[in-house]
DNA sequence: TTGTAGGCGTTATCAT
DNA sequence: ATGATAACGCCTACAA
């Protein structure tokens, strides 16, 4: 059994008050007797009781994040490096991370009702936006303190703090690459369109082709689930249908190696005649078959920011949004012709 | 603010104590009055508060885990898919993970003293066991239900439960396929001997060379901290300390990604007349510049696994340790010759 | 079937 | 400078 603050008390003869106060820093208590407190608090190895705090209405000092289903997907690192960048983060301003995920018959907003209905966080950070986000609605609706980690679909505002990366200007500044490198027919294997950043990509993908006064054809654009093997399955798609495709931009990084592997199949040599491209520069990519030509999300960094833009949300309750946005970094290697 | 079950004993008229039995599905309610309680519960958005029920000595229903400091490393994914693996296998018990880090000037003893002392979990799953783990001693001293992913040295007794991946079996399986292909100065990089499974890698290298009756040489040894660059530099040491060497063993993929990078730049040709190996089975071996020869270890499912038998641990306090062993797989790609 | 009383460990308020 | 008391929200006797 760890040791109480009574069990303190009862060992050094003070009251319960009084050792809480000495324990808690106060100055209105004898520096003798504090020390005498503080030495047999050392002695039982005394911890607070975490509860027993909350339930005086304390900080958790914990954040919580929800792991989405369609995550579960061993390629899809997202969430994996993300957790672990926001458990440090989190570490150096002496909070903990609460990591959920839906259980088999729930939802993800049913984990966000348990997770902030019963008072374990001070604040959510939210990740993978998608259209009219529900789990958005509900913090707001509750007053969670929360950091979103993406924004809302173009056509729609982000009444909300967020810090995202501008993947509109990353696919533009990638397809522009490809487009500066003579490919006049360029594929583009996208998201999802549930996902709020699926039509950032896609738009950075057209603007990049008005740049060039190229027509945008849908007919160009496949649609993957951020797998390799979705990759794959729509880059054989699109070669078959549109043999005079010469380029793909993935718009992740798995997606573009599914492709690669689709590309290298159909006869093509990747770097040569060919030019695939992704997104995240995922540590595979540095060192894939032909190394991927991609852009650059600074994770662990991201992590830091949501962090301390979370903390200053919290306790500051600010009245405008911070929002941010990262400007990402094209990483050139083999696979677009060095 | 939340509605508590006061809320809904003034709502309903009938007592805290009334609510708080109908909701928790006790039988010595009526069923009309449970139906009226229910309804106003769902109205009010009720979640139980866990702060209070923990008070109470109930469960936690959370488990903890700390990520130490030499994990944070980009490249060593292996916390950031521990943790991912655990957060799903936890959520199907209902069950969520409190991810924590040692701030800057704590040690991972500290965290573990803080989270396991302030009863915010009902177990820990502690990982990358090392000699003399002071962690382990800790728990034990605490009674507090732990799993381990690793054991003791192979020198020291395990006496608690732990599910572990035989590395010392896929370390063998693998040098001895570079055997079997021909090679007899193969060299290896070994991880900081503080880890308890250094010293079972070591272990198989020396039992496939004995099954060879190949001499072990000290001198084919190396040491890195299993990354990338530490692989690499590794490699060039031994490359040019002993030329005779044709092929590598990485005791993990990065560090053998490394070491092809090394052998590259040397001028041989991985795969022809230069060999190299890993473990692991990251994402990254399958796709790398020439696919990676590697032992696979299952991490989605040992994060299940210690789940599960962390629950029963937790649950029926079992006086015999729970020891499981599992048996890798070799998986043949072409940095071995194919 | 329902209600009352007490306590989990901590902190805040109000006395002394 | 120190202590008694109440309260946070819930659960579990025990009583009615």
């Given amino acids: 059994m760890p040791a109480t603050l009574k069990d303190i008390a009862k060992k050094s003869g003070f009251s319960v008050t009084t050792v809480s106060r000495a324990l808690s820093g106060y100055d209105d208590v004898n520096p003798g007797t504090r020390e005498h407190i503080v030495t047999i608090a050392d002695e039982l190895g005394y911890q607070p009781n975490h509860s027993a705090r909350q339930l005086q209405g304390q900080k958790t000092h914990t954040i919580g994040l929800v792991i989405a289903p369609p995550a579960h997907n061993p390629d899809d690192d997202f969430y994996s490096l993300l957790l672990k960048g926001l458990t440090y983060a989190a570490a150096h301003s002496g909070y903990d991370i609460l990591a959920s995920a839906p259980a088999a018959d729930a939802t993800e907003l049913d984990v966000y009702q348990r997770i902030v209905g019963s008072k374990r966080v001070d604040g959510m950070v939210v990740a993978r936006t998608n259209r009219d986000d529900r789990r958005i609605a509900y913090l707001q609706s509750v007053d969670c303190p929360f950091i979103v980690h993406g924004r809302a679909a173009p056509d729609a505002t982000s009444n909300f703090h967020y810090i995202d990366v501008d993947s509109q200007q990353g696919i533009m500044a990638v397809t522009q690459h490809l487009l500066e490198r003579g490919h006049t027919h360029v594929g583009i294997i996208l998201p999802a369109e ?88 995922i540590p595979a990519a540095a060192h894939a078959s032909t190394s991927l030509t991609t852009v650059r999300q600074p994770i662990y960094a991201i992590g830091e920011m949501l962090i301390a833009r979370l903390l200053t949300i919290i306790n500051d309750d600010p009245t405008t949004f911070h929002q941010t946005l990262i400007e990402p970094e094209l990483v050139i290697r083999d696979s677009s012709g060095g």
Avoid: H
């Fill in 194 to 281: 549930q996902f709020a950043f699926s039509q950032y990509r896609q738009a950075g993908y057209m603007a990049a082709l008005a740049a060039y006064n190229i027509m945008f054809r849908p007919e160009y654009c496949a649609y993957g689930t951020l797998t390799l093997d979705s990759g794959y399955t729509a880059a054989c798609q699109l070669l078959s249908q549109q043999p005079q495709l010469t380029a793909i931009v993935g718009c992740n990084d798995w997606m573009a190696l599914g492709a690669m592997k689709a590309v290298n199949e159909a006869g093509y040599t990747i770097g040569k005649d060919f030019a695939v491209a992704g997104y995240d520069d």
